[in-house]
Structure formats: C-alpha cells, structure tokens
C-alpha cells in the first residue's frame, strides 16, 4: 500500500540553524500539507501545497518557514533559523484532492532545537 | 475562527465497557475526520465523515456526523486494551486544511 515517506526521522539542531525537512508523498496525490504537533499538545496546520503554491497557511508558517517541490518526488519544508519553540513533531501528508478526501500521513520527524 | 473542542480529553476505562468521545466544532461543515495515534507515531486515519447523519463502524469503534448538531462521536464498544491510543477529530472546514481537536487519550485497563 502506498504512503507517506518522510526524512529524517529524527534531527538534532542547534538555535539559529537552518533545517530542511523533507517528504516524499503518494504518488499520484496532488496536494500537499505540513501539520506539527509540539509534545503532548495537538495537531497544528502549517501550510498547503497544489500545483506549486501555497494554497493556504496559517498563522504560525511565519517568514522563517518555506516549503518547495524541488522535483517530481519531494516536497520539503525548511525553516531558516530555528527557535527552541520549533521543536516539535512535523509531519507531512498528502491526498489526492482536497475536500471528501482524507490526508495521510507521513510517520513524521521529530525536531528538536536546543 | 474554527475550534474544535473534544471531551474528554483522558478516558480510563474498563475492558469490556463501552464509552463515547464527544467532538464539537464551531463552523459548518459535512467533513470530519477521525485519526488514532499510538505514543511517538503518526496519524493513523480511522473514519471520514463527509455527510449530514453519517455512520460508519470498523470493529469496536463507531463514529457519527450530525453536521446541524456540529457533533460527532466516537462510540467504543466493549473496549479492549488494543485501543489505548489518542483519538484526534479533526475537521476540514476550508477544503486545504484539517483543524484538530485536543485528542482523547484512552486507557483501557484489564
């Protein structure tokens, strides 16, 4: 069964680093998102991505953060300059379309900013 | 702004007892979406609800959308400890994006 691939699993970075976070959706989905979920707290959405635009974003995906679909296969989330507040769960999902469909999701990164 | 309010947010329960999860949400909509999360792991999609008076049932668990209400729930049914989990609802108003509710951790005790 396809899914979500994300990498890496985990990353380590120090205060002020940039990161690259990236994904690999299903295949034949079109739309993108990232969600993060900082420890024992809920799901937040970051952003959505269709047809190489952000579709929408919300209030947290500042101008430290950026997403791109830099080929046909991955779709990366960066953040420029990391604060100890980032350091959260990031996950990805995809779905085919938006609206009567469900996302899924990718097994996540784990990020932690020290 | 939408929220997405679910109670509880800790059920213990008993094996064998059966108990609902309440989510409310405070904007129209007829999309509504069920995950589980087990601890350190991702989401894990359960139900999609994407009409007035839907039900749909997968083992112990059954979940309903009543869109007038901005009610859904997720029924358990003779719990068995395999569900511990955190159940999230979650609710797609805008058609690009999912808004969560706090997650129901539930313990199923022997």
């Known amino acids: 069964e396809p899914e979500v691939t994300q990498t890496p699993s985990h990353q380590v970075t120090q205060m002020g680093q940039e990161v690259i976070l990236r994904c690999v959706p299903i295949?034949?989905?079109?739309?993108f998102y990232w969600y993060r979920q900082i420890l024992g707290q809920k799901v937040e959405f970051l952003v959505s991505f269709y047809n190489n635009e952000i579709s929408e974003k919300s209030e947290i995906f500042d101008d430290q953060f950026s997403v791109e679909r830099p080929d046909g296969s991955n779709f990366t989330l960066k953040i420029r300059s990391t604060k100890l507040e980032d350091s959260a769960m990031y996950f990805c999902?995809?779905?085919?379309?938006?609206?009567?469909?469900?996302?899924?999701f990718g097994p996540g990164t784990r990020l932690t900013v020290t | 702004e939408l929220k997405v309010e679910q109670n509880p947010l800790f059920l213990s329960m008993q094996e064998g007892k059966n108990y609902t999860i309440y989510c409310n949400y405070s904007t129209t909509s007829d999309r509504l979406y069920w995950y589980r999360q087990d601890p350190g792991k991702s989401l894990e999609s359960l139900f999609v609800?994407?009409?007035?008076?839907a039900v749909k049932q997968e083992g112990r668990l059954m979940a309903s959308l009543d869109t007038k209400a901005r009610l859904s729930t997720l029924h358990i049914t003779a719990a068995v400890h395999d569900l511990s989990a955190t159940y999230f609802c979650a609710v797609d108003a805008s058609g690009s994006r999912l808004t969560f509710g706090e997650g129901t951790q539930l313990t199923v005790n022997p």
């Open positions: 295949s034949n989905h079109l739309y």
């Open positions: 609800l994407l009409s007035n008076g």
């Open positions: 999902a995809s779905s085919p379309a938006p609206a009567f469909y469900e996302q899924y």
